[in-house]
């Protein structure tokens, strides 16, 4: 099977276990059943190499729903669904931005903002949709919960 999904990438303050929280409420309001594991992208049993394990939940509606993702891989079905999964570690972000946008406005085309980011500490989210937001309402739908999760200033989370 070739591979299939759309990727994602966040990076956040907010720690896993608190985005997973609000996110199994999320997938309690449109019926979602998640699955909880350890991902050892190590391909061993180094579990000491924390580099390399991920907190992963994969959400699915129900057992057909998952069962077709194992035979076709991510995709939309003909209730315009599909399983998606989230994947986090905690990490540090070392690198340099241009950025093209900032607070939701463009940037002045003649005009660009470079900057070094420097994160000792943080979490990076890794989410796999089944299509493109910007080609699937319920992609877009499903990136928005997770976006109002890491958006969320309420939570005490500093």
């Excluded at 350890?38 to 390399?52: A, I, P, R, W």
Aim: proline residues 3%.
């Amino acid at each position: 099977m070739e591979w299939t999904g759309y990727w994602y990438n966040f990076y956040s303050n907010k720690p896993i276990d608190f985005v997973f929280s609000e996110w199994r409420k999320k997938m309690s309001i449109i019926n979602y059943q998640y699955d909880y594991d350890l991902v050892n992208y190590n391909h061993g049993k180094d579990y000491d190499n924390k580099e390399n394990i991920w907190d992963t939940l994969f959400c699915y509606k129900n057992k057909e729903m998952f069962e077709h993702h194992l035979e076709e891989g991510y995709n939309i079905d003909m209730d315009g669904e599909g399983c998606f999964m989230i994947q986090a570690k905690k990490a540090n972000l070392k690198g340099r931005a241009t950025l093209f946008e900032f607070d939701d406005k463009p940037i002045d085309d003649d005009f660009t903002y470079d900057i070094d980011l420097r994160f000792n500490s943080l979490y990076y989210y890794c989410f796999v949709l089944p299509e493109e937001p910007e080609c699937s309402s319920f992609s877009q739908k499903i990136r928005g919960f997770l976006i109002s999760i890491l958006d969320d200033e309420n939570d005490k989370v500093e």
